[in-house]
Nanobody, 121 residues
Framework: QVHLVESGGGLVQAGGSLRLSCAASGRTGTMGWFRQAPGKEREFVAAIRLRDGTTNYTDSAKGRFRISRDNAKKALYLQMNTLKPEDSAVYYC?????????????????WGQGTQVTVSS
């Protein structure tokens, strides 16, 4: 069983930065960040394969967001820079037992409760 707890969300002005954290317990192969805005489907943001640190990003996150993992602390991070109002959403940490760097929600077995990120214009 894997237990995930996110933190670090909040309100920030456009152009600002936030760092999300996810405390994880249990063994996983891949971890990722997803987000869901009101009235929209949950969408992929970034993922990291724990074995070798390989990462994958959605196009809108490339160059602005950075996913990282501290294996010793069993923590996952998402550094978000140059935030835009369209980045506002509930952000979820997810974990998969698979080694695939998938962006599909169906490939993830465990989910956190989410943390709200609001970017004001």
């Amino acid at each position: 069983q894997v237990h995930l707890v996110e933190s670090g969300g909040g309100l920030v002005q456009a152009g600002g930065s936030l760092r999300l954290s996810c405390a994880a317990s249990g063994r996983t192969g891949t971890m990722g960040w997803f987000r869901q805005a009101p009235g929209k489907e949950r969408e992929f943001v970034a993922a990291i394969r724990l074995r070798d640190g390989t990462t994958n990003y959605t196009d809108s996150a490339k160059g602005r967001f950075r996913i990282s993992r501290d294996n010793a602390k069993k923590a996952l991070y998402l550094q978000m820079n140059t935030l835009k109002p369209e980045d506002s959403a509930v952000y979820y940490c997810a974990a998969s037992v698979s080694q695939l760097l998938s962006g599909a929600t169906s490939m993830y077995d465990y989910w956190g409760q989410g943390t709200q990120v609001t970017v004001s214009s």
